[in-house]
């Protein structure tokens, strides 16, 4: 029989001793981090200033980057600590809250993405009734949808998982993972197990699934086009399908970490796998939208001349 042991701290057991090597290691996690909130800023500032770019796509190019805000937000302040510290002891309170962003931050990134692929096929395969379809009052609502539901789901998920007994407090990541949380569990947790594969096809597949039939039709779209018109929505699509296929397989190595035996992988590369998910898409996105879409990278060089010359 497994003995219940409701600590009121979480003991993340996935930090390697690196000794000395703590302090650079900081520094480019620091670096790393300001590089992520300034390129993302620089995004959503440029989007929200030129009324050029006041479209449907670049607005949700915008809440994809405020998305990526809110999620290494929720992670790199508490990382950087727990790398100067020898003991990474973390309350229950914050750990469910660290799994509340982070879940959230994740379906946040797919439904967004999902609704990308949507103005894109509605842009390529239905250009003539573009504005009808894509007016203001449907662009708020298909925003709101992407930020209110997952906001709900994830709730009801993290409550399955609160209510558990559990029969230890160890967590082999660098972070709080709610699998890792209910695989401590001293009762069943099929009702979670069911509901976790609810959330992985709703927030996962089913994007995936769309994106894919979008993107059919694009292709059969442009298959029958001139070349230019190729040439342009090849430009404009890229970035988005670059971004989606990043942050599925990142997802993907992250649900594939949560239920693998991480003590038979190597510590570091354990860490840098749970990690991409987290780190990569606040990096890459605006990277990607902002130096791939022509709208968007020849606001940003003109914001910045603006400022050179200001200076």
């Not at 805000?69 to 990474?88: E, I, K, M």
């Not at 070349?227 to 990142?250: D, G």
Request: hydrophobic residues 50%; aromatic residues 14%.
């Amino acid at each position: 029989w497994k003995t219940v042991q409701q600590s009121f701290y979480f003991n993340l057991t996935m930090f390697v001793n690196i000794g000395h090597y703590r302090y650079p290691a900081f520094v480019f996690c620091l670096l790393l981090y300001s590089f992520m909130i300034s390129a993302n800023l620089v995004i959503i500032l440029v989007v929200s200033r030129e009324r050029t770019l006041h479209e449907p796509m670049y607005i949700f190019v915008a809440l994809l980057s405020v998305n990526s805000l809110y999620g290494s937000t929720g992670f790199f302040p508490r990382f950087l600590s727990d790398l100067l510290v020898d003991v990474h002891l973390m309350s229950r309170p914050e750990c469910f809250t660290q799994i509340y962003v982070f879940y959230t931050y994740i379906s946040f990134e797919m439904t967004i993405l999902g609704i990308i692929a949507y103005d894109r096929h509605v842009a390529v395969c239905s250009p003539l009734h573009y504005h009808t379809k894509m007016t203001r009052k449907t662009v708020v609502l298909l925003a709101a949808s992407a930020c209110i539901l997952p906001l709900f789901t994830i709730a009801l998920g993290l409550f399955l998982t609160v209510r558990l007994p559990l029969c230890g407090n160890k967590i082999q990541r660098v972070f709080c993972g709610n699998w890792n949380i209910v695989k401590l569990s001293c009762v069943s947790t099929i009702v979670n197990n069911i509901y976790g594969m609810f959330l992985t096809i709703v927030t996962i597949i089913f994007p995936l699934l769309y994106v894919l039939y979008t993107y059919v039709q694009i292709v059969a779209v442009c298959w029958k086009g001139a070349a230019e018109f190729r040439r342009k929505v090849f430009q404009n699509c890229l970035p988005h399908v670059v971004s989606f296929v990043l942050n599925s397989l990142t997802i993907f190595c992250d649900v594939a970490l949560s239920r693998y035996n991480i003590e038979a992988i190597n510590p570091f590369l354990a860490v840098i796998l749970s990690l991409e998910f987290i780190v990569l898409p606040p990096v890459l996105n605006p990277l990607v939208y902002g130096l791939k879409l022509p709208q968007i990278r020849r606001e940003i060089f003109g914001l910045f001349a603006k400022h050179k010359l200001g200076r």
